[in-house]
């Protein structure tokens, strides 16, 4: 949270701030045109101003949800008050130096700005000339969520999406100064899983052909399927995951190509985050990142050569915090998930959306 007091202006070409030792500063304009200057005590009439969130500082906010809290402010000395407003605001930026051209790309994009005026509430907590009586006040407020926010999400080099919730109390005396508030917090989208084709099972089947090594002939097929229970996943959920693999090597040809007989498979579930930014000088041109994490892993064993096909389960828990799927394909970041079976010779991808609501039990 950050706090801090900026003076409009005292005379032509001068500004300064008034700041509470123990408020941190953050100055509005750059550093070499800005001079600070110390509150004497007789003249501090507000000594705490912050703005209060309901929601614990680990718990996001969903799409749609509406952020409540408070405004503290403890005044010692009655003081006049012009406005009080809240704002809540959402950005996106994207930004990188391309390694092979050297060129800088970066974008930004306003994703959130909705105020509200609390003039009217304040002016409860004060008398008739709009002076702020002595004692601690408490300003409720609440201010919805858009459904089509994006999700908070902070990865260096690449990119960020932020909130902020932002108190601001005008002051009209000694030349127009005000106090700032500010709280960042943190949104998750609003995805609803209920659609019947989320609740379908999801499969995809990949097969290769084992060459031998002396003769260059094919001695096998190695193939593997992996279906997931249900396409759309909630963070916390597990979720059966059916493969079904089939090696029909033989085995007197598996002594010679052990390479393709390791012990154990991996299934992973990946989070690609693709990122898309504008070239600084040259609006036309854009450059794309993408980053691919596995945010969870679980190992199984191989199918024995000879035998078969052979169907294995396994109950696979989905961890939690994972923003969900992205719905806009068009934004600076996307996010979307996979399972990714890796057997050596070729992988096998199944597609699956994370969301953030659900309703337990069959649709």
Known sequence: ????????????????????????????????????????????????????????????YIGGETVQGQIEISVCKKVQIARLS??????????????????????NEQILNECVDLTRVIADHCDENCYLTEGLHNICFQVPLPLDVVSSIEKENHGWVRYTCTATLEIPEDGASELIAE?????????????????????????????????????????AQMTVDDMGLLPGETVKIT???????????????????????????????DFISQNRYELHLFDRKSLTIAVESHGTCKATPGSGPETKCIDFTIPRGLQPTSTKANGLITISYFFKLDMDTFDVIVPVIIGSIKTPGPV
């Not at 809240?86 to 974008?107: A, C, I, M, P």
């Open 243 to 273: 493969l079904t693999v089939e090696n029909n090597v033989k085995k007197k040809n598996m002594k010679k190509h052990r390479d393709i007989a390791h012990e154990c498979v991996l299934i992973s579930l990946c989070q690609q985050l």
């Open 1 to 60: 949270m950050k706090i801090w007091e900026r003076k409009i202006k005292l005379q032509e070409g001068e500004y300064s701030k008034r700041i509470c030792p123990h408020w941190s500063i953050k100055s509005r304009q750059e550093a070499k045109n800005t001079r600070q200057k110390p509150l004497n005590g007789d003249k501090m009439k507000i000594d705490h101003f912050d703005v209060l969130l309901s929601n614990d500082s680990d718990k996001p």
């Open 183 to 223: 709280r960042v917090f943190s949104v998750v989208s609003m995805l609803n899983l209920d659609a019947p084709y989320m609740r379908q099972p999801t499969s995809s089947k990949e097969e290769s052909e084992v060459i031998g090594c002396c003769c260059r002939r094919k001695i096998g097929i190695i193939s």
């Open 86 to 107: 809240v704002k809540l605001f959402g950005q996106v930026q994207t930004g990188w130096r391309n390694k092979n051209s050297d060129v800088l790309y970066e974008s």
